[in-house]
């Protein structure tokens, strides 16, 4: 095919427009995997344009290695998937704050951190000092308090240290067990680094974080209306 304005236009033409055309609205994609299919997708127009129309081994050769690289990347989270297993608490944190993360990302989210026990009187946080790690109250309670005084509480399914753990800022409260309580606990220089390489990752752990303060928000209020905190 001649390099003109009538072969550009032409309805041979269109097959390799048709491939970028593809290629664009994969970078729109805020899903990982449906930006790897469409990214197939226009490869594999391209390899068509490129055997059929053009004929030049340069493109079908580079194309077809960039589908056989995605249709690979494709495999092995599709293998990771299958793969995680939860335990019930892992469960009820993935459907309760990561339900837009798949089953592959959450595990490699859960494994990075770590479950433990705390005693009645464990410090989640503390008022002023930086946050070190983010907190998931899976079972339990605890107390929050600024300046000695009980300001509000956190139950199970409530993060802890979400508001200072990503921007590395001191706690505004501090944070105390009322009893046994069962966590789930990540390094917050760790997660930091997770989120600036997982631009899907920072989006759902975002959102997960707003939902979890404005929930707080509401059981506060609600507890000063009751008459259970100081107003």
């Not at 269109?14 to 970078?27: I, N």
């Not at 493109?59 to 299958?82: D, F, K, P, S």
Request: charged share 20%; with cysteine; glycine share 10%.
């Amino acid at each position: 095919m001649e390099l003109t304005l009538a072969s550009a236009l032409s309805t041979e033409g269109l097959l390799g427009h048709l491939a970028y055309v593809v290629l664009v609205a994969s970078m729109l994609m805020r899903s990982l995997t449906w930006l790897r299919i469409l990214v197939i997708v226009s490869a594999l127009l391209a390899i068509s344009y490129g055997w059929f129309i053009i004929r030049d081994p340069v493109t079908v050769i580079w194309e077809t290695m960039l589908v056989l690289v995605n249709v690979i990347q494709l495999a092995i989270t599709h293998w990771r998937n299958i793969r995680a297993r939860f335990s019930d608490d892992e469960m009820g944190l993935l459907s309760r704050h990561f339900p837009g993360l798949t089953r592959g990302e959450a595990r490699g989210l859960f494994d990075a951190g770590e479950w433990s026990d705390l005693a009645a009187g464990g410090i989640l946080a503390t008022e002023g000092a930086a946050v070190d790690h983010l907190s998931y109250l899976a079972h339990g309670s605890a107390s929050v308090e600024v300046g000695g005084v009980r300001v509000s509480l956190c139950g199970e399914g409530d993060f802890i240290g979400e508001m200072t753990a990503l921007t590395g800022l001191p706690a505004t409260a501090t944070v105390r067990a009322d009893g046994a309580c069962r966590v789930w606990r990540i390094e917050a220089g760790r997660l930091r680094e997770i989120v600036r390489r997982r631009d899907a990752l920072e989006r759902e752990v975002d959102a997960a974080f707003a939902r979890n303060y404005r929930e707080k928000l509401l059981q506060m209020n609600a507890l000063v209306a009751a008459g259970r905190v100081p107003s």
